[in-house]
């Protein structure tokens, strides 16, 4: 199991987070202030993980990929406490790349490895689009 951590930085409402590799985060609730909205952290979280995967499974399949891109949009309840309902991943990809294969990693991940998609999929809708451009 990994730990990570998170610290009030005693100005505003502006957090530092530590990853388990003991990187930092900045985490912030105030507009003006640095750091990513909390909100935004799980959204991001379940790109970062199926956008890894997906790297992963191309190279071993010998994909000549060259650059990955995810949008993220999500809705969420308009009331507190502002539940995630649905999260929309859009890849970019560029490079030689078969779509299918693409499609396949993008499927692997979210149905075996990442474990955002894993937690978050019994109660948020998952849906992805994809794009391949050739380099």
């Not at 199991?1 to 388990?20: E, K, N, P, S, Y």
């Not at 308009?78 to 499609?103: C, H, M, N, Y």
């Not at 948020?124 to 794009?131: K, L, N, S, W, Y």
Request: hydrophobic residues 40%; charged residues 25%; contains cysteine.
């Amino acid at each position: 199991m990994a730990d990570v951590t998170l610290a009030w930085t005693g100005d505003r409402i502006q957090f530092v987070g530590r990853t388990a590799y003991g990187e930092p985060v900045l985490v912030g609730g105030d507009r003006e202030g640095p750091g990513a909205k909390p909100s935004d952290l799980l959204p991001l979280s379940l790109a970062a993980c199926t956008a890894y995967d997906v790297v992963e499974v191309l190279r071993k399949q010998r994909q000549d990929l060259r650059r990955l891109d995810v949008t993220v949009s999500s809705t969420q309840d308009p009331d507190p406490p502002w539940t995630f309902r649905r999260i929309l991943l859009r890849f970019q990809i560029e490079g030689s790349v078969d779509e299918g294969k693409a499609r396949k990693a993008i499927a692997l991940s979210e149905s075996k490895y990442c474990a955002v998609a894993a937690t978050i999929a019994p109660t948020v809708e998952i849906q992805t689009e994809v794009e391949v451009t050739p380099a």
